[in-house]
């Protein structure tokens, strides 16, 4: 059980953690509604895993080079990520809200913060908790993935926003770009 609420507040934590996949699913929601939010809320179901193995495997091996290797990679990827909600236009004609799971795939396997907590933090962790493992996966994910959603469904129902909604967006977007010079 302690395992289980461990999980339950560290999945809450990054959940409502301000980064790229949370201004993306709260973008995808403002813009195209909160079924999209949620799809890219969904993100991390898939993009953890084969970084879960890859760290259990070689967590041990790497040098630490290769993490500040991996940090310097994902404040240059804010960097980015915030330009682009910052000067970005709302465009007239928006992809489907099915391209928001893509849109978040592709932000999460992009953003080192995963890398770096499951290969310096979350392994050790793991290894350290033994048979109880599962029961902080399911915690972690569970409101990882649902803080997430939860936003995107508030996001989604507050079209009455408008020029706000825009304004909200840029000004995370500056808050990346901060973020991305001084982590």
């Known amino acids: 059980m302690e395992a289980f609420l461990l999980g339950l ?24 509604g909160p079924r999209a939010g949620v799809l890219a809320a969904l993100a991390p179901l898939l993009t953890d895993t084969p970084v879960v193995v890859a760290a ?22 804010l960097l980015y990520t915030g330009a682009r909600g910052l000067f970005a236009q709302p465009k007239e004609a928006e992809a489907p809200a099915a391209e928001s799971l893509k849109a978040g795939v592709l ?16 392994m050790p962790l793991l290894a350290r908790l033994g048979n109880a493992a599962a029961l902080f996966l399911l915690g972690f994910y569970l409101t990882l993935v649902g803080s997430k959603a939860a936003l ?20 995370a977007g500056a808050w990346l770009i901060l973020r991305s010079v001084a982590p």
């Not at 507040?9 to 195209?32: Q, T």
């Not at 259990?56 to 990827?77: D, I, Q, S, T, Y």
């Not at 890398?115 to 310096?120: E, K, R």
């Open 9 to 32: 507040s560290l999945g809450l934590a990054a959940g409502l953690s301000p980064g790229p996949l949370l201004f993306l699913v709260l973008r995808e929601a403002a813009r195209k």
């Open 56 to 77: 259990w495997l070689l967590a041990r091996k790497l040098p630490p080079e290769f993490l500040r290797g991996v940090g310097v990679l994902g404040g240059l990827w």
């Open 107 to 122: 932000a999460n396997l992009s953003n080192p913060h995963m890398y770096l907590f499951w290969f310096s933090v979350g």
């Open 152 to 171: 995107a469904l508030l996001a989604g129902r507050l079209p009455a926003l408008g020029r706000a909604a825009d304004f909200l967006l840029a000004l």
